[in-house]
């Protein structure tokens, strides 16, 4: 995984995490939460970045190219 998609995938978490209000020790992670919270801000992520790429009818590719620029992919 790449820098950005770890930074991510730790906000995810943190919001999927609760403690419990009256036992200082117990932590619940939520599985399903953070899966729809990680899916969520991936997709924002993307939106953002294709909101900010202005691109010419010739640069058929850009999109994708930017968006995996974005997320250090290498394809």
């Known amino acids: ?3 950005r ?4 995938a730790r906000k995810a978490r943190a ?4 403690k419990d209000a009256f036992e200082e020790y ?3 992670f939520d599985a399903e939460k953070f ?5 969520e801000l991936l997709i ?3 939106i953002n970045i294709v ?3 202005v691109c010419d009818e010739r640069e058929v590719r850009c999109i994708d ?7 250090g992919i290498k394809e």
């Open 35 to 39: 899966e729809q919270v990680f899916s």
């Open 15 to 18: 919001l999927a995490t609760t």
């Open 44 to 46: 924002k992520e993307c």
């Open 1 to 3: 995984m790449q820098n």
């Open 51 to 53: 909101n900010h790429v």
């Open 65 to 71: 190219d930017v968006i995996n620029e974005h997320f």
């Open 26 to 28: 117990d932590v619940y």
């Open 5 to 8: 998609i770890e930074e991510l």
